[in-house]
């Protein structure tokens, strides 16, 4: 699932191509919250890649804030199909054939909101939470076959899904993004600075390595410290 425009995409794969020009790159797309989409994604892959893929990351998702009574029932939908169902769709289809061949890995992006809780993330959490349940259970199914499966849960990633909040926050507190962005972190991580991309991908490329062939139904915290409080 990509929601940018095609030329976005089409940059993305050249600078990929460029980087990488020893691997066979392709992109297939589809609207996570259409499951016949899905199946078709999934057939289009398997054109590319006979034999199934070898790793499956489980990245989809977005974020929204409100109270519980206040969350309609599209948006509970709406968050469990791109975070949760879509997961489970792809790990599904991923996992026998990953079992064939022996070898496989799946990792899930849960979240810090996946262990605890705030105020405003009851269906987000609730989609994370069942994204570590769904890495135990298929953990369980492809241990004796060479197939791990793990949740990462990170915490506060400057990603621009983060910047929107820091954004809005600032505007509403008519100070500069630089301050807001700031006093965001100095009160969310223990560490007073934000989890990179660059160190969750780590932990996503360590966790698919054969050095951690038996870590598997885990769920592992990236989160400056915020879940340890």
Not at 101 to 109: A, D, Q, S
Not at 144 to 150: A, D, I, Q, R, W
Not at 200 to 216: D, H, K, N, Y
């Amino acid at each position: 699932m990509d929601l940018h425009p095609q030329n976005i995409i089409d940059d993305a794969l050249a600078e990929l191509r460029s980087q990488h020009n020893d691997c066979k790159i392709s992109f297939a797309g589809a609207n996570f919250l259409k499951e016949d989409e899905i199946d078709a994604m999934c057939m289009e892959v398997l054109k590319l890649y006979p034999e199934g893929i070898d790793i499956l990351i489980n990245n989809a998702g977005f974020n929204e804030v409100c109270l519980l009574e206040d969350c309609s029932m599209e948006l509970w939908h709406r968050m469990i199909a791109v975070h949760l169902t879509s997961s489970f769709m792809l790990t599904k289809w991923a996992l026998p054939l990953m079992k064939k061949k022996g070898w496989g890995r799946i990792v899930n992006t849960s979240s810090q909101m996946g262990l605890i809780s705030t105020p405003g993330k009851v269906p987000y959490g609730c989609a994370k939470s069942g994204l570590i349940a769904l890495a135990k259970g298929a953990a369980l199914e492809g241990a004796e076959y060479g197939v791990t499966c793990n949740a990462i849960c990170p915490g506060f990633v400057e990603t621009d899904l983060l910047k929107i909040q820091i954004g809005k926050m600032a505007s509403e507190k008519q100070i500069s993004y630089e301050i807001a962005r700031d006093q965001w972190f100095a009160g969310s991580n223990p560490t007073k600075k934000p989890v990179s991309v660059e160190q969750v991908a780590a932990l996503v490329g360590f966790l698919c390595s054969e050095e951690a062939a038996s870590i598997t139904g885990s769920a592992h915290s990236i989160d400056g410290g915020y879940t340890a409080r």
